[in-house]
């Protein structure tokens, strides 16, 4: 196999990249400018050292505003509310709460979401991580832990499988477990709208 | 002009139909049995007949169930949560509600929305309709209006409008006036989530 | 049943049309001006009278142009030319043709298509009626039968099934059995068109 | 900016993407095998030493199978038809005709398309090459060149523009200029098809 099949097979692993796009980006990198190849193979081969995971939330941040931190700006600010945490599943998410600038306590990005009925849950998120991080940010004062997770099948499956994980230590703790309020989205018209959401809709209202 | 391009010409004006679906409505027709065509035919000949407007919520409604009443059956229900009035754009939009189960009060059909920067709201709505309507439920024990239009850019003009107009009248009758709570709604996913749903989202949060 | 849901139900038959909008079109209606549902009820019932069926091509026609013609203009019409018909599925395909300026000789509406491992396929196009018709254009000169079918599985089966079924008349009568010619079509890419597109390109380039 | 920016500043100029899937793409490889980055970062470092240019056609192709030759395996083979030339935009075109299997001679890559109105078109597309090509192809037996760009209306200018150039040349050494039949593509149904479409699907009927 010759280097644009090699190439083409690597980008095809790319996350909604079909074989078809996969070649077209090879084709892309063949007529752009070597300074791009360059720059663009020196930044990947150097981006795990570049970039590290933060030991608390798990993000993964620049290693540049501070070479010798293991946390990552947010988790590094102390100013922010211990009292909350928020978990989400990728740190795409995290990122889009961030820019909505109405969150200001502390992340856990769990990295995944379970499959339904899946034998071995844990194996496809971080828990046993969020469980060792738990225990010390409840001595700093934590009292709500919000599980911000996709309102789809799999991502409500496993909003309810770590709810319930979550639970013999929130009854312990009385650290309170909170889901994202469910409503109507902005562009949601009342007529396509779900039972589900009408009925949180109506409840929620403001 | 021939009947068939006569009556594309009338199916053209159904919402949401171009002239080559209202021509494929056309050779559907042709080819049904004759029987299909006069079912139709003396259906909608006889559908304003057929079909009265609630006086109360504005609503259509079979006249079927009792031909003497002028009220659609949920007005026409004493036992209903006479303290609640929910606003709605559109009589589908209603029936999304009524399926869901959540809602057990009266309902008012605004027959449309307020476009932007228009000089006469009033001409596209039924306001002083809905103003008429107010005096009588509020002796019967008003407290909360419920405005529910789409979370789109004219339906939510629509609703400040619409809430800039009852103000006087709730600050003078206490009548409480809410709106549907914003949130993730089904299949939302995080990540592709704007900021102000995020915002609502965590706020409402359950 | 009451007369919305009736009338929901007949719309709902319509081709492409689902129940929410069928019940759309139905409350479309009863906002709509009386006039309205009065001329579409008139040409519903009066469109079986009003639209004739050529004995010829099959297609439907206004019978206003000529009451006692019980041709459409394009058969009626004797300047066309004689040697060629072509055989299209329904009356919408005739409109394309007849639009393109491209075609001068007769049609014939099949009026469906043939399902792939159907046990009867002469159930569901008009193939009896076409023989029927055969007989008298061959001694008005026909030279040639273009099979001009959807390119579609379906299509492409029928097409196939017609022209062994016309074969043996094709041999006796040296009646030429055509195709269109395939090939890149407005908007094609070549990077997207498929192999038999390709090749077809290819072998018909001009 | 971090490295997680600037890299995903580099996937946004990748052919179709935007500004999330980059940032999707970043923390793809961060969460991939240090393995897979590695591969990735030595194969884009490697690509244009791997990869040649073709001196013929001017298409990419791997150095492996022979690094001696500045011919791709196409422009080596000397069994191909040397009467047919075929211009086409793109690599990837050229290779959805070899899927095709239906072309048996050379190809020539154009490397773009002409913009309409623009002032200096030879800028876009490899067209002195072609002209400094086409000689010796004259003297091993050329005898059309086929002009296969997209069905749009770029590609049909382009297609124009370049007829028009090679018109002189044609006239004097009397190769033919031809283009990929128009018709139906697979898929096509008559009744969408564009007027254009129908008349050289009939011009080309078979």
Not at 117 to 127: A, K, M, V, Y
Request: include cysteine; hydrophobic fraction near 35%; charge should be neutral.
């Amino acid at each position: 196999m010759d280097s644009i099949n090699q190439l083409a097979d690597l980008f095809k692993k790319f996350p909604g990249i079909g074989p078809r796009q996969a070649r077209r980006f090879v084709y892309y990198l063949l007529s752009a400018d070597p300074s791009v190849l360059d720059q663009m193979s020196e930044k990947i081969k150097n981006l795990k050292k570049d970039i590290k995971q933060c030991t608390e939330c798990q993000r993964y941040f620049s290693n540049g505003y501070n070479p010798k931190s293991s946390l990552c700006k947010i988790c590094a600010d102390t100013l922010r509310d211990k009292s909350s945490l928020l978990i989400v599943e990728k740190d795409i998410d995290l990122e889009a709460v961030e820019r909505s600038g109405s969150y200001h306590g502390y992340y856990f990005i769990l990295g995944g979401s379970v499959p339904i009925l899946d034998p071995s849950p844990e194996t496809h998120i971080r828990f046993p991580i969020l469980l060792s991080k738990l225990e010390s940010k409840i001595k700093d004062g934590l009292s709500e832990i919000i599980i911000a997770l996709s309102v789809t099948t799999e991502g409500e499956h496993t909003a309810h499988w770590l709810a319930a994980k979550l639970h013999p230590l929130s009854e312990q703790t009385k650290i309170k477990i909170s889901f994202p309020g469910r409503g109507l989205s902005t562009g949601s018209e009342l007529e396509y709208a779900d039972s589900e959401t009408i009925k949180n809709a109506l409840a929620n209202r403001q």
